[in-house]
């Protein structure tokens, strides 16, 4: 073969060799991107404020298609978060169908959250046949009540087959909105999802129950400080960090199509090491799309603000602001679904996993959570005055000690498959719970703990008479940012960044919200005691938050959280350090957690048994997919190119052979080809194990023990597996490889 080895730069001189580029599809595909254009540029003659919300039923609209009496009750309902009025049912179910109509829908659809980790929908018409004509109709039970098949849905063996009944019924505090598709408008419905016999089937249940639970403590809590506080809701706003690559390259890799992630990938000469990616000029057709997603989510209400190129070449990243989180949950989701939407719309693919590559930057949607009053207050930013100083060191301080308490129950929340590829590399946070407060508020911890001495001199300031004799004045961003962090406080919030990109954050968000409910629930059980027996109020709360402080001392860390040292430091700290989900997912189960989630009634014990079955059953079949995903790519991809090439080679050193050359000259051929032969044959016994490893495994007869089995067996296999493959991807010529490489993904768009 005249041409092996041959630059791919002479495909694009000589067109005598165009033949052979047509004859790899990987070629063909980076010949097809070098001529395609950004999509025309969406219409953006209305304002962001114009058309803010323009597909969601919203107050505006409510006051336009209902009577004043039937807006003010709904009002009530959606405000409170309380389930809708049925004798409201029938109107507000009207109004909304003539404003979808008006809109363009069709259909309808109750909109939910099963236990998958994404969304469902059902679409039913508006077209009903009454005494032989036809009509559109939307009924008061058809808004408030459905009956999805609940049998074919993860539940844990809460329903099965022969017990398909469930029920969806409209959550009242998400509202509605219509979503368009270049075929149809669907008005979605966002409900809960519960089974005929009463168990939650969803998350947003959980999440609905945990948000009312931090309501009733926290505003017990302020009352100590603010007795006009009425409500407390926690706000989130979820980053969302993604992958774009041309459809081309994505529908060449079967582990991208199956999988979501390379399987196999030899790492790029050139990934992000030269940082200069990262806040870099948006690609073209990647701003053509990201201007697309904007539109559509502003016109859905969802509150994007912020987009911009991440650390890895073909990352990037978009922010809304604060909501509160239930609605802040709805649109995440919502916004996965554009985003995927919006991508092959553009001739590309999104990819949500944690760790499409290795070796880059991996991917997360970092929790960005805090406590907004009905007043205006946001409880964990700091405030200019002592008293505000000592209300926010209470809720901050009881943050603290909930991640503390709980932190195997925090890890669990976040563990996936995916996330275990990712956690404690390329800049995401370790598998480690800690907590980076900066160090400010590190000091005023220290101090509060241990009141440093007063000099003569010093200004008695209001708390001084308390046991503190230095507060200073706390402003926000009062700390540093800690990218190796879980969970940082970053100047008004708590920024929980070890969720994964991939991830519902209903589940994180519905745990983080019971363990500091359970905290605060502790502190005023503790604080009353003290005041009942003689402390002052101000001395009671600070001898708590003091006592606090000392039990979670083990849980902040404010230094690099990559590295090896930490590890080391953990361990003698005895904080957990859970690098795979099986194991992970034990915190669920803890005597500890299943007390606390039964005690404040968020699930049952058969609930809770059920959602730690389904999420362990989801981890091992990713595991088993990805797995039998390596088995065929090797035999049918990596394989036949490496053995093609390895022919070549030895068709090459045959010819030199006969044609008498020394044998010197074919010495380059030889060796590629023995490396080849080399690499195939570890390869060979390594697919070999893996067949063993998952047999053995599913002789396992408890599902633990199967899947802690391929974590501990199988995925290391895997990974072995793939070293061989990336190490004959770096070998074998490039016209005889098929599966697009690293630097064509992450660098051609």
């Not at 007390?595 to 989801?618: C, D, M, N, W």
């Not at 990336?726 to 768009?749: G, H, N």
């Amino acid at each position: 073969m005249e041409i092996a080895g041959t630059p791919l730069l002479i495909f694009y001189i000589c067109p005598k060799y165009k033949p052979l580029f047509r004859m790899n599809p990987r070629f063909t595909a980076l010949d097809r991107i070098h001529s395609l254009e950004p999509l025309p540029a969406i219409d953006r003659s209305r304002r962001a404020s114009e058309i803010f919300g323009e597909n969601v039923f919203t107050p505006r609209q409510m006051k336009h298609y209902l009577s004043r009496e039937v807006y003010l009750k709904l009002k009530e309902s959606t405000d409170a978060g309380n389930v809708l009025d049925r004798t409201i049912a029938g109107p507000v179910a009207n109004a909304i169908k003539a404003w979808a109509m008006d809109r363009g829908a069709t259909h309808y659809t109750h909109w939910f959250q099963p236990l998958t980790g994404r969304t469902a929908e059902k679409h039913d018409s508006f077209l009903e046949i009454a005494d032989g004509e036809a009509i559109e109709k939307f009924s008061g039970d058809e808004l408030a009540q459905q009956e999805p098949d609940a049998s074919s849905f993860p539940s844990g063996g809460l329903r099965t087959t022969f017990e398909a009944r469930g029920y969806t019924a409209w959550d009242c505090s998400s509202p509605v909105f219509v979503f368009e598709s270049k075929y149809g408008k669907t008005l979605c419905v966002p409900t809960i999802f519960v089974s005929y016999t009463g168990e939650a089937l969803d998350y947003k249940i959980p999440l609905l129950k945990s948000i009312a639970l931090l309501d009733r403590a926290a505003v017990e809590v302020c009352n100590y400080f603010d007795r006009s506080i009425k409500r407390v809701m926690p706000t989130l706003g979820a980053e969302q960090e993604y992958f774009l690559i041309d459809e081309r390259y994505h529908d060449l890799r079967p582990d991208l199509v199956l999988t979501g992630r390379t399987l196999f990938g030899a790492g790029s000469a050139r990934g992000h090491q030269l940082d200069d990616h990262y806040f870099g000029a948006i690609p073209e057709r990647a701003f053509a799309f990201m201007n697309e997603l904007e539109h559509e989510a502003h016109r859905l209400a969802i509150p994007l603000r912020t987009r911009h190129n991440e650390v890895a070449p073909s990352q990037f990243e978009c922010a809304p602001k604060f909501e509160n989180l239930n609605v802040a949950v709805d649109h995440s989701l919502l916004l996965m679904d554009l985003i995927d939407k919006l991508a092959k719309k553009h001739k590309m693919r999104a990819l949500l996993h944690e760790k499409p590559f290795a070796g880059v930057n991996g991917s997360g949607k970092h929790n960005n959570w805090s406590l907004g009053t009905d007043t205006g207050k946001n409880l964990l930013a700091p405030g200019r005055n002592p008293k505000e100083n000592l209300m926010f060191l209470t809720f901050f301080v009881c943050v603290i000690k909930a991640v503390h308490e709980y932190a195997d129950l925090l890890r669990a929340s976040i563990a996936s498959a995916g996330n275990d590829h990712r956690l404690g590399a390329n800049e995401a946070p370790p598998a480690i719970v800690s907590v980076f407060v900066g160090s400010q508020l590190s000091k005023v911890l220290d101090d509060v703990e241990t009141p440093p001495r007063r000099k003569k001199n010093d200004t008695v300031s209001e708390l001084m008479h308390l046991g503190i004799s230095e507060i200073p004045e706390l402003l926000l961003d009062n700390t540093d940012r800690n990218r190796t962090s879980p969970f940082a406080f970053t100047g008004n919030k708590f920024e929980f960044r070890a969720v994964g990109s991939a991830a519902n954050s209903s589940n994180p968000m519905m745990i983080l919200n019971v363990i500091v409910a359970d905290a605060l629930k502790e502190f005023k059980v503790r604080t009353d005691s003290k005041i009942k027996r003689g402390r002052k109020k101000e001395s009671a709360i600070l001898d708590v938050i003091k006592e606090y402080i000392i039990a979670s001392k083990s849980i902040r860390f404010e230094g690099d959280g990559y590295s090896d040292a930490w590890v080391k430091e953990a361990a003698r700290r005895k904080l957990p350090n859970v690098r795979n989900t099986p194991l992970a997912l034990d915190g669920y189960l803890s005597v500890k957690a299943v007390k606390l989630l039964t005690t404040h009634r968020i699930f049952s014990e058969p609930e809770l048994q059920a959602r730690y079955g389904v999420l362990l059953e989801i981890y091992l079949d990713t595991v088993k997919i990805e797995a039998q995903v390596i088995r065929e790519m090797s035999r049918t991809i990596v394989i036949p190119a490496a053995v093609r090439y390895q022919r070549e080679l030895m068709e090459s050193i045959r010819i030199g052979k006969e044609a008498g050359m020394d044998p010197s000259a074919t010495t380059t051929q030889v060796e590629l080809a023995n490396e080849i032969g080399i690499q195939l044959n570890a390869l060979r016994d390594d697919l070999a194990k893996l067949e063993t490893e998952s047999l053995a495994a599913g002789k396992k007869t408890k599902m633990r023990d199967v899947a802690i089995y391929f974590a501990e067996k199988v995925v290391p296999v895997m990974a072995d597996i793939r070293q061989h493959t990336d190490a004959l991807e770096q070998v074998v010529a490039d016209e005889t490889w098929t599966l697009p490489k690293y630097r064509e993904m992450l660098f051609l768009k």
